[in-house]
DNA sequence: TCTGGGGTCCTAGGACCC
DNA sequence: TCTGGGGTCCTAGGACCC
């Protein structure tokens, strides 16, 4: 796989995002702590980070931290609205964008700079018009892999730039803490540190084999690669979600059963309705438990046919709850949630007309799968005939 | 630190097929 | 009666991310 000498692939990730939005529409929250979401903080400002609130962190101890933080209500609609106009600014940027989340994206600017400039410059443009256009504050990373512009933003916030020259990647990397490795989380970041293990150059010299059997093969080896600063993944354009789902957290109190079916038919009902109104259909249901002590547990049943239909969604959805009713009465409930997945049937279809050589219309599209979906999506293609043609063998790749 | 709501990816075992 | 190698799909759990 080709991989750029130049570091041109950009991480672009806007700060505190909910919490800057609403500092951006009432001036009379900028440079003050704010909590956006009561009873758990969905995003902090900085001014209230700087006081040790974080996201996910509970509402009271939130408020213990920073008494004097303003508690403001979530406005998801307007923070919709700014997501947009800033992929906007990306999309206008360059074609290449790969969308991570509501707040962040990768762009590959490799090819504009006989037309644009160089990456920096372009990174530096993107900033100034995310914040005049829509008024956000927004850190860019930029790097030659997509791991090191994602670390690069992670150092640079808030409201930063940096650039990792190819030349200075490992002396960037190394000395980093672990946790800034992509992946690594409080378990594995554990796991190393009772090891000894602090550092992503540490890390580095440790060799695959150890990692492995520390982590297990598919984390041991991710986390080789990236220490090492391999990172061949190209960002992707049009990647679609793979699930949606709904969950509402219940008080400690028991639940009756009618309680629960009520719950769970209003989240097929909130899931259903975002899957029609996206035009998804999907084949997996799965049930999340969360008991008493928080662990977690999941059930899934899989539909032989994708649907957006309420009804069989539903249906499949109370079997599965019936089914661990027993359990719930034993061990207590605390989250019910439903998600789809296997949306659209766990496969992309592409309709091309085949008058022509069919094998080559065969190769075009996998080989538009495999610009949008990467190739791990890419398990196999078949041709079908206009009306009912035959499945045609497996391709040999 | 006593925990919301939305996701992604990986692993592993078992059923089933040729 | 005991037994291969190769594969897919489904289910469940776990770690991690914003």
Not at 83 to 95: D, G, L
Not at 225 to 242: E, F, I, M, T, Y
Not at 300 to 324: E, F, G, I, N, Y
Not at 359 to 377: Q, Y
Request: hydrophobic content about 45%; aromatic content about 4%.
């Amino acid at each position: 796989m080709f991989v750029s000498r130049e570091a041109s692939i950009l991480h672009a990730d806007l700060d505190a995002f909910y919490a800057s939005v609403e500092q951006r529409d009432d001036p009379r929250l900028r440079g003050r702590p704010v909590i956006v979401g009561g009873g758990v903080v969905l995003a902090a400002s900085y001014e209230a980070k700087a006081r040790g609130v974080r996201s996910a962190m509970g509402g009271r101890q939130a408020r213990r931290l920073c008494p004097e933080a303003i508690v403001v209500a979530p406005r998801m609609s307007a923070y919709t609205a700014a997501s947009r106009a800033v992929f906007e600014i990306f999309r206008q940027t360059t074609p290449l964008v790969e969308g991570l989340s509501v707040d962040e994206a990768f762009l590959d600017v490799g090819g504009l700079r006989r037309l644009v400039g160089p990456p920096t410059d372009i990174a530096a443009r993107l900033r100034r018009e995310v914040r005049h256009r829509v008024g956000l504050p927004i850190t860019v990373g930029v790097a030659r892999t997509k791991f090191l512009a994602k670390v690069a933003s992670g150092v640079a916030k808030p409201d930063g730039l940096l650039v990792v020259p190819p030349d200075g990647e490992l002396a960037f990397l190394h000395p980093l803490p672990v946790e800034r490795l992509w992946g690594v989380g409080p378990v594995t970041a554990t796991k190393l540190r009772e090891r000894g293990i602090r550092t992503v150059g540490q890390v580095a010299r440790l060799g695959e084999a150890t990692l492995v059997s520390l982590l297990g093969a598919g984390a041991g080896r991710h986390l080789h690669a990236l220490a090492h600063n391999r990172d061949p993944r190209p960002v992707q354009v049009g990647r679609r979600r793979a699930s949606m789902g709904a969950q509402h957290a219940l008080g400690g109190q028991p639940h009756s059963p009618a309680d629960l079916d009520a719950v769970l038919a209003g989240l097929v009902d909130r899931v259903t309705r975002r899957m029609r109104a996206a035009t998804r259909t999907g084949r997996t249901v799965t049930l999340r438990l969360r008991f008493a002590d928080y662990s977690r547990a999941t059930r899934s049943h899989t539909l032989p046919k994708a649907t957006a239909d309420t009804q069989p969604l539903l249906a499949a959805a109370r079997a599965l709850l019936r089914a661990a009713l027993p359990e719930i009465d034993r061990r207590g409930i605390t989250l019910l949630g439903v998600s789809v997945a296997n949306l659209d049937g766990g496969h992309v279809q592409l309709s091309l007309p085949f008058e022509r050589d069919p094998g080559a219309e065969l190769d075009a599209a996998v080989d538009a799968v495999r610009d949008r979906f990467g190739s791990a999506a890419l398990t196999r293609a078949v041709l079908l005939g206009r009306e009912t043609g035959p499945e045609m063998p497996r391709l040999p790749d």
